[in-house]
């Protein structure tokens, strides 16, 4: 059975989907964006605090979902500029000190928003 998983310490979907859902002892976390979810603003900030921003995003949900990014399996980033690349993994690898999980990383023409980062990912529960 699939359980919807929300919760207010990240922002609201902004579109017909939930923050994630689990199923089997899997959480399917929808891609985060550098949303700010006490005011529902993007970050206009460079892409080191876009990162951080959407990292925060993405464990507010994984812990909702009762797993800790620990237990992360995959993410997939989208950039709008690989001239991030860099920037994005030194702020991205503070989230995974140790064992990261396996990832995927492309760069999109455009993001929603006009965000220039989405992050999500599968995490075990």
């Known amino acids: 059975m699939k359980k919807i998983i929300s919760t207010n310490k990240a922002p609201a979907a902004i579109g017909p989907y939930s923050q994630a859902t689990v199923h089997n002892g899997v959480a399917y976390v929808s891609g985060q964006l550098p949303i700010d979810p ?3 603003e993007l970050s206009v900030g460079d892409i080191s605090e876009q990162t951080r921003l959407a990292m925060s995003n993405l464990e507010a949900i994984v812990e909702a979902a009762g797993s800790g990014m620990d237990k992360v399996l995959k993410c997939t980033i989208l950039l709008t500029d690989m001239v ?26 455009a993001l929603p928003k006009g965000a220039s980062v989405e992050i999500d990912c599968i995490a075990a529960v």
């Open 84 to 109: 991030h690349f860099a920037q994005m993994n030194e702020e991205y690898a503070k989230f995974f000190p140790s064992e990261p999980p396996a990832r995927i990383c492309y760069q999109v023409t």
């Open 38 to 40: 006490t005011t529902g």
